[in-house]
Each structure stands twice: as C-alpha cells, then as structure tokens.
C-alpha cells in the first residue's frame, strides 16, 4: 500500500514578516489562493494514496493548526518530534511506525511547503517512481531539470549513459553536489545530467529501514527499540525522552550519499521550493512589467519586478519601484530588494 509522509517541522524564516516560528510559510496561503502550501501538498496526492495512509511530522506547538487546516488527516497519523533535528531522525521514526502498520509499505516522502504547478505530470512522475521502488531495493529521488543557474538548491549529478532495466526513465545517481556558487552553477545547468535536488524520496519500508540499520545503526536501533509502544499512552513520552539524544543530520548525509542502489528520475513539472521572495514572485502570475500583486487590491504604477503580498490590506499602492519585495502582517511591512534578501533574517533578529 502506499504512504506519503510530509515533513512540517520547519520554520520558514525566509518568508518573514509573512511566516515565522508561531506560523511557519507551510501553514500560510503563500500563494493566495485560499489554500496554504501544507493544504495543496495534500491535495497533490490525493489521486496517489489514500488519507487514512498520510502522515505528518511536525512539533506539537502546531497540533492545532494541522487539526485546524487538514482534518482529514487521522489524528494518530500526526507525529510530533519535542526538537528539531534534521530529516535523518524523523523519517528513520516515522518508518518505524508505518512498518508496524504496513511491512509492505511503499512510501514517499516530501516537504511540506513546495509548490507545484503541473499537477497531472507530477502524478505520472511518482506513480512512476512508486513502481520502481516497490520492485526493487532502491532509493529514488526526483531531479528537477534546472531551468537556470539556481546557487539556493542542491544538485544531483546522474548518470545518464544507462537507465535502470525496469523503468527507462530512471537513472542511477553518480553523486551529489552542494549548493554551489553562481559559477559552478552555471557550469552544471550547461549538462543535461545535473538536475536539482527536489528533496523528494520514494522508498518501500523495508529498503528504507534496511538503510538506516546499516548507515545509522544507533539511531535505529533506538526507535526499534520503542516499537511496542508505537500506538500506545507511553509513545510521546519515550519519544520526548529519546530526541534530544540523537544526531542532528538530514538524510541526505545519513543516507543518500552512502547507499548503493540509489536512482533518479530527472522530471519537469512546475516545481518549487519556494525559499525566497524571489521564487515567490517567479511562481505568481505576473503583469506585462514582471510584477506580482498578492491581495485584494495592489496597484503597481512606475514599477517593475517586484512583488507584493499584502492579503489584509485593503488597498495597496506602489509607485517607481524596480526589483523590491513588499509585504505586510500583523501591522509589520517589509520593504526590500529582491536583491538583498538574503539580509532579511538580520531584520527581525
């Protein structure tokens, strides 16, 4: 059967004054489209598993909202991890869970806050995907095909000389490269084989779990250990107690860069971490001058490439601006170059 885990956890800061570690972006309408990103991630795999197969990782501060945004979701399918500590930890628990429920679980695993704008390509891409792995003993993750030289994403090197003998679209990893410079970015969008890093992985329980008890034998063994208590009074308590004892490492290092048979599909289909002011803006329907109006009333004049989020805001008007973000709420407004975004965690420390 097959499993999505949406990791939530995350703060979001980037989005600031928007998103913040009371409301992270994943849990606001980014967009403005009346739904927030957590809710269209849902959506996006509704035709792929069912409900009662979604799990949610995320802190208990925000128990409400979820409760609030996906009441679908079965309350024992939400997880709450008492600190943060990278990816590696909370997939290898929630693993652990979906086994005790489902041996033969197929599972793929994303973040919460990503857009995507081609809905029905992204469904053939994981059903895919999700096919390969519940054959096989591989890792899958989907490459996006660069459509510019991106230094905010991690890239994946593959090999593209052989596909995989079961499925012609997939590719064995040659490695994975960090968040490069604009240089060497530059360099890898002139190759065909350098994708962007989706953060997305699809995996069967059993491969995922076998991975983690070679590669990260201790952390493994301590949620195995907790086994007889998943579903029961005592979980979170043992939970609480075992978290703040574990390595904080995501599993790209835990995992990905260690495994052997790990594979992926090089897609196109509108995707986004949406990380910045910038990607926002690149991801919103913008007028004839590049600009981006989210809210009920944004007037641009003089203006050019900028975006603008100001949902509550009854009127918002922006005269001989080129390349700024301004956004408003709660009574705070930001107004910024796009340029300098990067400095706008120095802003609201």
């Given at each position: 059967?097959?499993?999505?885990?949406?990791?939530?956890?995350?703060?979001?800061?980037?989005f600031?004054?928007l998103?913040?570690?009371?409301?992270?972006?994943?849990?606001?309408d980014?967009?403005g489209?009346?739904?927030?990103?957590?809710?269209?991630?849902?959506?996006?795999f509704k035709d792929?598993?069912?409900?009662?197969?979604?799990?949610?990782?995320?802190s208990?501060?925000?128990?409400?909202?979820?409760?609030?945004?996906?009441p679908?979701?079965?309350?024992?399918?939400v997880?709450?991890e008492?600190?943060?500590?990278?990816?590696?930890?909370?997939?290898?628990?929630?693993?652990?869970?979906?086994?005790?429920?489902?041996?033969?679980?197929n599972?793929?695993?994303?973040?919460?806050?990503?857009?995507?704008?081609?809905?029905s390509?992204?469904?053939s891409v994981?059903?895919?995907?999700?096919?390969?792995?519940?054959?096989?003993?591989?890792?899958?993750?989907?490459?996006?095909?660069p459509?510019?030289?991106?230094?905010?994403y991690?890239y994946?090197?593959?090999?593209l000389?052989?596909?995989?003998?079961r499925?012609?679209?997939?590719?064995?990893?040659?490695?994975?490269?960090?968040?490069?410079?604009?240089?060497?970015?530059?360099?890898?969008?002139?190759?065909?084989n350098?994708l962007?890093?989706s953060?997305?992985?699809?995996?069967s329980?059993?491969t995922i779990i076998?991975?983690?008890?070679?590669?990260?034998p201790d952390?493994?063994?301590?949620?195995?250990?907790?086994?007889p208590?998943?579903?029961?009074?005592?979980e979170?308590?043992?939970i609480?107690e075992?978290?703040?004892?574990?390595?904080?490492?995501?599993?790209?290092?835990?995992i990905?860069?260690?495994?052997e048979?790990?594979?992926?599909?090089?897609?196109?289909f509108?995707?986004?971490?949406?990380?910045?002011?910038?990607s926002?803006?690149?991801?919103?329907?913008?007028?004839?001058?590049?600009?981006a109006?989210?809210?009920?009333?944004?007037?641009?004049?003089?203006?050019?490439?900028?975006?603008?989020?100001?949902?509550?805001?009854?009127?918002?008007?922006?005269?001989?601006?080129?390349?700024?973000?301004?956004?408003?709420r709660?009574?705070?407004?930001?107004?910024?170059?796009?340029?300098?975004?990067?400095?706008?965690?120095?802003?609201?420390?």
């Amino acid at each position: 059967m097959n499993h999505l885990v949406i990791m939530a956890g995350g703060v979001g800061s980037r989005f600031w004054p928007l998103s913040s570690e009371v409301v992270p972006k994943q849990f606001l309408d980014v967009l403005g489209c009346g739904k927030t990103l957590i809710q269209l991630t849902v959506d996006r795999f509704k035709d792929i598993v069912p409900m009662e197969n979604i799990w949610i990782v995320t802190s208990e501060k925000y128990k409400a909202t979820i409760a609030e945004q996906l009441p679908e979701v079965p309350v024992a399918n939400v997880l709450f991890e008492p600190c943060r500590r990278n990816t590696a930890p909370c997939i290898c628990y929630v693993s652990y869970k979906i086994k005790k429920r489902d041996p033969r679980a197929n599972i793929v695993v994303t973040p919460s806050d990503h857009v995507v704008l081609d809905s029905s390509t992204f469904r053939s891409v994981v059903e895919n995907a999700m096919e390969f792995s519940a054959e096989t003993d591989a890792i899958v993750t989907l490459g996006m095909r660069p459509t510019r030289p991106e230094t905010g994403y991690g890239y994946i090197k593959a090999d593209l000389t052989f596909s995989s003998s079961r499925k012609k679209d997939i590719f064995r990893v040659d490695s994975f490269k960090e968040k490069p410079n604009l240089e060497l970015a530059e360099e890898y969008v002139k190759h065909d084989n350098y994708l962007w890093n989706s953060g997305i992985f699809i995996w069967s329980v059993s491969t995922i779990i076998n991975a983690f008890r070679v590669y990260e034998p201790d952390m493994s063994k301590a949620f195995e250990r907790l086994t007889p208590v998943y579903d029961t009074a005592e979980e979170q308590e043992r939970i609480n107690e075992l978290y703040p004892s574990l390595e904080n490492i995501s599993v790209d290092y835990a995992i990905l860069e260690k495994a052997e048979e790990i594979f992926v599909c090089p897609a196109s289909f509108g995707w986004s971490d949406l990380g910045t002011w910038t990607s926002l803006r690149d991801n919103s329907q913008k007028d004839r001058y590049g600009n981006a109006g989210i809210g009920q009333d944004i007037n641009f004049y003089d203006s050019f490439n900028c975006v603008v989020h100001a949902e509550k805001l009854k009127k918002v008007v922006v005269q001989g601006l080129d390349g700024y973000v301004v956004a408003e709420r709660d009574g705070t407004l930001l107004i910024c170059k796009l340029s300098e975004e990067q400095r706008i965690k120095l802003f609201h420390d």
